[in-house]
């Protein structure tokens, strides 16, 4: 019998998602972040570039007196921008590496120990593209080295009306993870629930695939079926919502399939953290009520199969 899902994992927020009134590094950043903090349910926020620096400060400050966990993502950093990692310019290839590279320099300054990515387009030259997202992604090793820290790959979509990125299928991931591996220590990828509907693998397939190199784990839900719906693509819907992927079913069997692979474990638990974004007209203090409902639904549910 499985005992409670926090022995098992560390349980976080992609804060830009819930709240997305603080994209772009503005909003009520601080309100928002503390709102998290002071939330004995999570152990970990995820949050992206903040403009103010009194504001990164407060944030460090906040994380250290609360005791959660900061994790950076730089993905909206290279998305917002229009960087590619993988670029077969070499200019513009050199402009998303210094991105995450000041990326790094605002992780390491709030205390986090990560810097989270992604790839670009997917091209035509897949190979030689896999080539040199191979070559930034070890730049940017060597650099968050330099901090103790490291680097994670998310996986995404390749599909027109979501990011379409290189990277893509899991077996993709795995393939630039080896690469990188074989000289820097300090970079895994990180599997989304999200994106696997679009991605067109089951979570056991992906899992199972990215097993040794998996460090980090997003769930989350998505809208493909039906070109009109309000979340149609990569936008990251509540669990649930009509006309959507993922709800305590298939958040159970992701679960599942973590615990199989020793990802979530008592001895070492890992974090898994939610990615959803709320609807303009959705509360977004609501939205978050129904993740955690869902994520404890789900959880019963793996539980009274053991």
């Known amino acids: 019998m499985l005992d409670s899902l926090h022995d ?9 998602m819930a709240f997305p ?3 772009g590094g503005v909003g009520p950043i601080v309100k928002t972040i503390s709102a998290i903090a002071f939330d004995p349910f999570f152990d970990v926020i995820e ?3 903040t403009k103010s620096e009194a504001h990164r400060k407060e944030i460090r400050a906040l994380a250290e007196q609360s005791r959660i966990e ?3 993502g730089a993905q909206p950093i290279l998305l917002g921008g229009g960087l590619d990692l993988n670029h077969p310019d070499n200019g513009e290839r050199a402009r998303a590496i210094e991105a995450v590279m000041n990326a790094i320099d605002e992780a ?7 810097v989270a990515v992604l790839s670009g387009k997917v091209t035509d030259d897949k190979s030689a593209a896999m080539s040199r997202l191979t070559e930034s992604l070890m730049e940017l090793c060597e650099y968050a080295k330099t901090k103790a820290m490291s680097v994670t790959l998310e996986t995404f979509d390749q599909v027109p009306f979501g990011k379409n990125c290189l990277i893509g299928p899991t077996k993709d991931a795995v393939a630039v993870s080896e690469a990188v591996r074989k000289h820097y220590s300090n970079f895994g990828i990180m599997l989304d629930l999200s994106h696997l509907p679009l991605q067109e693998e089951s979570p056991k397939h992906a ?3 990215a097993r040794e190199h998996l460090v980090h784990a997003h769930i989350g839900n998505c809208a493909m079926d039906y070109p009109h719906h309000p979340a149609y693509g ?3 819907p509540r669990f649930g919502m009509p006309g959507t992927r993922n709800d305590v079913h298939e958040l159970a069997e992701y679960l599942k399939c973590l615990v199989e692979v020793g990802y979530l474990s008592k001895e070492k638990p890992r974090v898994v953290s939610f990615e959803v974004k709320p ?3 959705e509360n977004p203090e609501a939205v978050l009520a129904g993740c955690k409902r869902t994520l404890e639904a789900a959880w019963r549910r793996l539980r009274a199969r053991q």
Do not use: L, N
């Not at 098992?8 to 830009?16: A, D, E, K, Q, T």
């Not at 390491?108 to 990560?114: I, L, N």
């Open 8 to 16: 098992y994992m560390r349980v976080g927020i992609v804060h830009f």
């Open 21 to 23: 009134q603080c994209a």
């Open 47 to 49: 949050i992206s570039h």
């Open 70 to 72: 900061i994790c950076f």
């Open 108 to 114: 390491f300054e709030v205390g986090s120990k990560t």
């Open 207 to 209: 899992i199972r695939m």
């Open 234 to 236: 990569d936008m990251h």
């Open 279 to 281: 609807m303009p007209e």
